[in-house]
């Protein structure tokens, strides 16, 4: 009828509007001739991990690097803006942290890792920080966080680290794990009430050493490692060694990764509804 305009559903019966996740790079420096990319860098994500965030009814965004020498003019578009943008950051996996990141040499060439790729995720890390969103660190990405927060790695577990277990196996791939055990009181052991031990994939040969300022243990391997870290700041930032996005479906066999992507978004939704965050202080510098 002439005149008369649609009724909006009450505010209750609104669907909310889906979370803003970002997911950091994975970046291929040199990718091989027959893909085509002459002379190119790929960034890209791994399907596996996107899926599972957007199986809890989030959107993911791919956030590329933004780098002085490029195209990108800095003064406009800024890792502020980004994250501005977002409601929260999930680290992924992928190539080595870089040994120089964290004040050491690679003891072997092939552990030298990607610096360019360290310094982009920590920029992206400390200004989700500062606005106090949260963050989630994958295997690689609780390693980045580690060291974001001034801690070290080891650079290779078989042959650094006595007594050590196999926590990577190339021919298994994902389908290798081994069990952890989780820190009683801990936060995580508030997410999985009863379960003092538990099953996880395992696809990594760096760990944490020495855990960075302000970050707790939440789980260890058998042989010691550290395979859980929190922050105890004023904002959510949590890693995790193993891969829960390669769990999905076997929850009789992995520790079911869900609680803790639940918390994360729990927490990305409380600061969406949140005033305006100060701008946090912190009583030490960066470490990069």
Known sequence: MKGVQPQR????QRREAPLRI??????????PPEMGFRNKVLQ???QSIA??????GALVFMVPTIEAGSRIQRARVTMRDYVHALDGLVLQGGADVSPSSYGEEPLRPEWCGDRVRDLYEIDLLWEFVIQQKPVLGICRGAQLINVAFGGTLVQDIPSLAAGAIRHYDRDAYDE????ITIEPGSRLARLFPGIERANVTSIHHQAVKSPGNGLVVEAHAADGLIEAIRWTGSSHVVGL?????????EPSRFLDGA????EFLDKARERRGAEPAPEVKFAGRRPI
């Open 51 to 56: 899926h599972w965030i957007m199986g809890q």
């Open 241 to 249: 060694q193993w891969h829960p996005e390669f769990q999905q479906g």
């Open 22 to 31: 970002g997911l950091s790079a994975r970046i291929l420096h040199q990718p």
């Open 176 to 179: 290798h794990s081994h069990e």
């Open 44 to 46: 890209y994500l791994e």
């Open 259 to 262: 609680p803790v992507l639940l």
């Open 9 to 12: 559903a009450p505010a209750a």
